[in-house]
């Protein structure tokens, strides 16, 4: 076991070494703002090359690094979690090669080479969802795969339909007759990726896998992957008239769902899912609204926010039996401080506080939408998103830090140095990556003048959410049934607005009882009363027959030599 906890260690200590050494062209392509192409030509077919081609630019080594970044740290931060574990040697494989696949997906510009990094992607989390080998694990593994594999097939199509171009190389896209197929295959490769309507289901499924890899998966590499597809193509891809508005509209219904679904949610893991959902709708949201950089931007100090959270969140698991409800948490300000202030510090971030990081980005975004015209439906619905946000952080941080205790008289609360110091390391980044990525990285954001109350809305919507959750916090228990306890609301938002059943039991029950009822009448009653059974029943009966009707023992079994030849031959035949 020590030797398997030295394993993981070395695997964490190499991230860092990557990742400092992966700042130095970093820090010279961010800024210069230029970019290098590395092209090796590998054959050709019918005068089309195949190129491994690498890009190196300011918003791939960005984004490489902040993957680099948080892997060592939750790597540091499974020692502890998964101490106890036998197989932590083959969870930490596992994790380097969901890092390298992200790093794949990242520095490959070329669509063919794009897909062993999509691929890797996509089995590597299979395999991590279904870690635990237990019913409800390989239940969520297998949504998460059979969802990423609709992804897969449209990629593949898109790269069926690109070969009249003459090569795959995802910067150099021009139009042609099949543009229009290309743009929505690689969208819908994209949301399923990243969890868009409707193929929302497979993300609060798929944390059934160790919160370290949900600290992995759910904020930096798997879910952001299908929006990095998108900020890759984005140039070729804005070209179609209807590219934003079918993308804005599905991002901002998927934010107010998850934003909904998590107000009502008790889980813990599965609110901070939700809460991944719905910062990945403004992601999209803000490509919707033509604003790319700033969707990138709240990509990166999304990801370190959420790694935070998640990081706490498996403390507190990991302290409370793993035990994942609210309710069972409380008071935990005084028995954990260290994990409590960061988990503020992150909730913080994530509900748009002034000088957070993620200040900067969503607060960047909304005051765009607001600046720029825009559909006014969409903009109100966006600011709701943003008022439900704070809603469910506040309401997460009453019941596990200041709400009352309610564990266990059992149960022994540490913080030790390897739980700590990934959060202290991820907090410093969650307060000062706003700023910092904003004064030094190219955003190419230009000057906005807006109003006074327009600048002040977002803030106003996110105390407004706190007070709500508050309130909510403090009534009567009479009062909160009455207002949860809406049949059809409450349960509408526990089930993601049905897309829970939908995608799942509503999709198999037809072609489940269509088979069960062509096994019971096709397979084990006609072809076997025309089959084997069949025949045999009949020679019976014949046999029998014959021999009730015979006098003569010599003539009985002559005929039922002859009758059982006649069924072996017709068997035969």
């Given at each position: 076991?020590?030797?398997?906890?030295?394993?993981?260690?070395?695997?964490?200590?190499?991230?860092?070494?990557?990742?400092?050494?992966?700042?130095?062209?970093?820090?010279?392509?961010?800024?210069?703002?230029?970019?290098?192409?590395?092209?090796?030509?590998?054959?050709?077919?019918?005068?089309?090359?195949?190129?491994?081609?690498?890009?190196?630019?300011?918003?791939?080594?960005?984004?490489?690094?902040?993957?680099?970044?948080?892997?060592?740290?939750?790597?540091?931060?499974?020692?502890?979690?998964?101490?106890?574990?036998?197989?932590?040697?083959?969870?930490?494989?596992?994790?380097?090669?969901?890092?390298?696949?992200?790093?794949?997906?990242?520095f490959l510009p070329h669509l063919m080479m794009l897909l062993l990094g999509w691929d890797?992607?996509?089995?590597?989390?299979?395999?991590?969802?279904?870690?635990?080998?237990?019913?409800?694990?390989?239940?969520?593994?297998?949504?998460?795969?059979?969802?990423?594999?609709?992804?897969?097939?449209?990629?593949?199509?898109?790269?069926?339909?690109?070969?009249?171009?003459?090569?795959?190389?995802?910067?150099?896209?021009?139009?042609?007759?099949?543009?229009?197929?290309?743009?929505?295959?690689?969208?819908?490769?994209?949301?399923?990726?990243?969890?868009?309507?409707?193929?929302?289901?497979?993300?609060?499924?798929?944390?059934?896998?160790?919160?370290?890899?949900?600290?992995?998966?759910?904020?930096?590499?798997?879910?952001?992957?299908?929006?990095?597809?998108?900020?890759?193509?984005?140039?070729?891809?804005?070209?179609?008239?209807?590219?934003?508005?079918?993308?804005?509209?599905?991002?901002?219904?998927?934010?107010?769902?998850?934003?909904?679904?998590?107000?009502?949610?008790?889980?813990?893991?599965?609110?901070?899912?939700?809460?991944?959902?719905?910062?990945?709708?403004?992601?999209?949201?803000?490509?919707?609204?033509?604003?790319?950089?700033?969707?990138?931007?709240?990509?990166?100090?999304?990801?370190?926010?959420?790694?935070?959270?998640?990081?706490?969140?498996?403390?507190?698991?990991?302290?409370?039996?793993h035990s994942q409800d609210l309710r069972w948490m409380g008071s935990l300000s005084n028995?954990?401080?260290?994990?409590?202030?960061?988990?503020?510090?992150?909730?913080?971030?994530?509900?748009?506080?002034?000088?957070?990081?993620?200040?900067?980005?969503?607060?960047?975004?909304?005051?765009?939408?607001?600046?720029?015209?825009?559909?006014?439906?969409?903009?109100?619905?966006?600011?709701?998103?943003?008022?439900?946000?704070?809603?469910?952080?506040?309401?997460?941080?009453?019941?596990?830090?200041?709400?009352?205790?309610?564990?266990?008289?059992?149960?022994?609360?540490?913080?030790?140095?390897?739980?700590?110091?990934?959060?202290?390391?991820?907090?410093?980044?969650?307060?000062?990556?706003?700023?910092s990525i904003l004064w030094v990285a190219p955003l190419k954001q230009e000057m906005m003048?807006?109003?006074?109350?327009?600048?002040?809305?977002?803030?106003?919507?996110?105390?407004?959410?706190?007070?709500?959750?508050?309130?909510?916090?403090?009534?009567?228990?009479?009062?909160?049934?009455?207002?949860?306890?809406?049949?059809?609301?409450?349960?509408?938002?526990?089930?993601?607005?049905?897309?829970?059943?939908?995608?799942?039991?509503?999709?198999?029950?037809?072609?489940?009882?269509?088979?069960?009822?062509?096994?019971?009448?096709?397979?084990?009653?006609?072809?076997?009363?025309?089959?084997?059974?069949?025949?045999?029943?009949?020679?019976?009966?014949?046999?029998?027959?014959?021999?009730?009707?015979?006098?003569?023992?010599?003539?009985?079994?002559?005929?039922?030599?002859?009758?059982?030849?006649?069924?072996?031959?017709?068997?035969?035949?």
């Amino acid at each position: 076991m020590l030797q398997n906890f030295q394993i993981n260690l070395m695997a964490s200590k190499l991230l860092w070494v990557l990742f400092s050494l992966m700042l130095i062209p970093t820090t010279y392509t961010v800024f210069y703002n230029i970019t290098v192409l590395l092209e090796w030509n590998l054959m050709s077919i019918s005068s089309t090359p195949v190129m491994l081609t690498l890009i190196m630019d300011p918003l791939g080594l960005m984004f490489s690094c902040t993957v680099l970044m948080i892997s060592a740290n939750v790597l540091k931060f499974s020692t502890v979690y998964m101490g106890d574990d036998k197989f932590i040697n083959r969870f930490t494989v596992l994790v380097l090669l969901f890092v390298l696949s992200m790093n794949m997906l990242i520095f490959l510009p070329h669509l063919m080479m794009l897909l062993l990094g999509w691929d890797g992607l996509g089995i590597v989390s299979f395999i991590l969802v279904i870690y635990y080998q237990n019913p409800k694990s390989l239940a969520a593994g297998m949504i998460t795969a059979l969802t990423n594999r609709i992804g897969d097939v449209m990629l593949l199509l898109a790269v069926a339909w690109t070969l009249n171009q003459g090569h795959w190389n995802i910067l150099h896209m021009w139009s042609s007759n099949e543009t229009n197929y290309q743009i929505l295959a690689i969208t819908t490769a994209a949301m399923t990726k990243s969890a868009q309507m409707p193929f929302s289901s497979w993300l609060p499924a798929a944390m059934a896998a160790p919160t370290p890899v949900s600290a992995l998966v759910h904020s930096s590499t798997l879910v952001t992957a299908g929006v990095f597809l998108l900020i890759r193509f984005y140039s070729f891809m804005s070209t179609t008239w209807w590219f934003t508005s079918f993308l804005l509209l599905t991002a901002v219904l998927t934010t107010l769902m998850a934003g909904l679904s998590a107000t009502t949610e008790c889980d813990m893991k599965k609110i901070i899912a939700l809460s991944t959902l719905s910062q990945l709708g403004m992601m999209m949201a803000a490509m919707g609204l033509n604003m790319m950089h700033l969707a990138f931007f709240h990509m990166i100090t999304h990801a370190l926010f959420k790694a935070l959270l998640f990081v706490c969140a498996g403390s507190f698991i990991h302290s409370h039996m793993h035990s994942q409800d609210l309710r069972w948490m409380g008071s935990l300000s005084n028995q954990m401080p260290t994990a409590s202030s960061c988990l503020v510090m992150a909730n913080l971030a994530l509900c748009g506080f002034p000088f957070m990081s993620g200040f900067y980005s969503k607060d960047l975004i909304v005051e765009a939408s607001l600046f720029y015209q825009h559909n006014l439906l969409m903009v109100m619905l966006i600011l709701i998103a943003v008022g439900l946000t704070s809603f469910y952080s506040i309401r997460f941080s009453l019941y596990v830090i200041w709400g009352a205790h309610n564990s266990g008289p059992f149960i022994h609360l540490e913080e030790g140095n390897s739980l700590t110091s990934p959060m202290l390391m991820l907090a410093s980044l969650s307060v000062i990556s706003g700023a910092s990525i904003l004064w030094v990285a190219p955003l190419k954001q230009e000057m906005m003048c807006v109003p006074l109350y327009q600048k002040l809305m977002p803030l106003a919507l996110v105390l407004l959410g706190a007070f709500m959750a508050w309130l909510m916090s403090t009534t009567t228990q009479k009062n909160k049934s009455m207002l949860l306890n809406l049949p059809l609301s409450h349960y509408a938002s526990c089930m993601m607005w049905f897309l829970v059943p939908v995608s799942s039991q509503f999709m198999l029950k037809l072609p489940m009882y269509m088979s069960h009822n062509y096994l019971k009448l096709t397979d084990q009653s006609w072809l076997e009363m025309l089959g084997g059974q069949g025949f045999n029943k009949l020679s019976v009966n014949v046999s029998n027959t014959f021999m009730s009707s015979s006098s003569s023992m010599p003539v009985n079994y002559l005929l039922m030599s002859c009758v059982t030849g006649l069924t072996t031959l017709l068997i035969l035949m």
